[in-house]
């Protein structure tokens, strides 16, 4: 079906694009092969490439996810991941497009994770309050909808800043790197949920999921795993506790979300555990290289 990828340059963006070839990608900053420039910000630019493009399927993986930069520029945040994403899903709506939203565990207080897909959200830092924000909007506007909440994304993306990047670069360099130990989650490897949301956008499911990965893991224990698979000694993880990071928005602790119910409705797409996408990402940085 005709698909439009809002935010195709990132990292979630550039497996969807590997799942849907025949795409049309937009990006903001990072111009990439065949993309097409787009600020979700602006009403009228959304509008014309949505009437232009007249897909089916709109996947929406565009966002300001810098949590911090939220955090101190919460008029920024409320832009791009409220105002933003409302005029892709009132855009989706008039053309009676299926649109997939991406969203974040970072709905939850972190009390009480990995958190189902019917748990109540309670969000304790302007990300978050956006990211629910921003789901309230899909769900009053677009009938034909999918949310979909993750957590902890990470793959091979050159010049990548997402946290597994940054910990192949600094271990590599024998740099050390401060890694929370009494943060959970359930990290997530992009091709796998890539993957997912293309067998779950094909099928007639609506409202939230969690195609997230299986496991349960702190940040340092999920650290310390990827320094395994990638070769490295795990000296140069230094385990802190979240307030000795000192920034500026507050983090949820038990965090993640319970990826089971989504799973259940996958017929032929198994969510990588974190070995799993670890070792497959090492394979593509190999091959990069």
């Given at each position: 079906?005709?698909?439009?990828?809002?935010?195709?340059?990132?990292?979630?963006?550039?497996?969807?694009?590997?799942?849907?070839?025949?795409?049309?990608?937009?990006?903001?900053?990072?111009?990439?092969?065949?993309?097409?420039?787009?600020?979700?910000?602006?009403?009228?630019?959304?509008?014309?490439?949505?009437?232009?493009?007249?897909?089916?399927?709109?996947?929406?993986?565009?966002?300001?996810?810098?949590?911090?930069?939220?955090?101190?520029?919460?008029?920024?945040?409320?832009?791009?991941?409220?105002?933003?994403?409302g005029?892709?899903?009132?855009?989706?709506?008039?053309l009676?497009?299926?649109?997939?939203?991406?969203s974040?565990?970072?709905?939850?207080?972190?009390a009480?994770?990995?958190?189902?897909?019917?748990?109540?959200?309670?969000?304790?830092?302007?990300?978050?309050?956006?990211?629910?924000?921003?789901e309230?909007?899909?769900r009053?506007?677009?009938?034909?909808?999918?949310?979909?909440r993750?957590?902890?994304?990470?793959?091979?993306?050159?010049?990548?800043?997402?946290?597994?990047m940054?910990?192949?670069?600094?271990?590599?360099?024998?740099?050390?790197?401060?890694?929370?130990?009494?943060?959970?989650?359930?990290?997530?490897?992009?091709?796998?949920?890539?993957?997912?949301?293309?067998?779950?956008?094909?099928?007639?499911?609506?409202?939230?999921?969690?195609?997230a990965?299986?496991?349960?893991?702190?940040?340092?224990?999920?650290?310390?795993?990827?320094?395994?698979?990638?070769?490295?000694?795990?000296?140069?993880?230094?385990?802190?506790?979240?307030?000795?990071?000192?920034?500026?928005?507050?983090?949820?602790?038990?965090?993640?979300?319970?990826?089971?119910?989504?799973?259940?409705?996958?017929?032929?797409?198994?969510?990588?555990?974190?070995?799993?996408?670890?070792c497959?990402?090492?394979?593509?940085?190999?091959?990069?290289?």
């Amino acid at each position: 079906m005709p698909t439009l990828i809002i935010g195709a340059s990132g990292l979630v963006g550039g497996a969807l694009r590997n799942e849907f070839p025949d795409a049309t990608g937009t990006y903001l900053r990072h111009a990439g092969p065949g993309l097409v420039p787009l600020d979700i910000t602006d009403a009228a630019a959304v509008d014309a490439l949505v009437a232009r493009v007249r897909p089916e399927l709109i996947l929406l993986p565009a966002a300001q996810p810098a949590v911090d930069r939220c955090e101190l520029d919460p008029d920024e945040s409320e832009r791009v991941n409220v105002g933003g994403t409302g005029n892709v899903a009132r855009a989706a709506a008039r053309l009676g497009a299926r649109l997939v939203y991406f969203s974040s565990d970072y709905v939850f207080d972190g009390a009480a994770g990995p958190y189902e897909v019917d748990a109540a959200p309670c969000p304790i830092n302007v990300y978050g309050r956006h990211k629910l924000a921003a789901e309230t909007l899909v769900r009053a506007a677009v009938a034909d909808h999918l949310i979909a909440r993750v957590s902890g994304v990470y793959g091979y993306q050159p010049d990548g800043k997402n946290f597994v990047m940054a910990l192949a670069r600094l271990g590599a360099a024998g740099e050390r790197m401060r890694v929370p130990s009494d943060q959970w989650g359930t990290p997530t490897y992009a091709p796998s949920l890539a993957a997912a949301v293309r067998e779950l956008a094909a099928s007639g499911h609506r409202g939230i999921v969690h195609p997230a990965g299986p496991d349960y893991l702190t940040r340092i224990d999920f650290a310390r795993l990827a320094a395994e698979v990638f070769g490295y000694d795990d000296a140069f993880l230094v385990p802190v506790t979240t307030p000795e990071l000192e920034q500026p928005a507050a983090r949820p602790l038990r965090a993640g979300v319970d990826n089971r119910s989504t799973q259940a409705l996958l017929r032929t797409t198994r969510l990588a555990g974190a070995r799993e996408g670890l070792c497959d990402m090492r394979r593509c940085m190999e091959a990069a290289a």
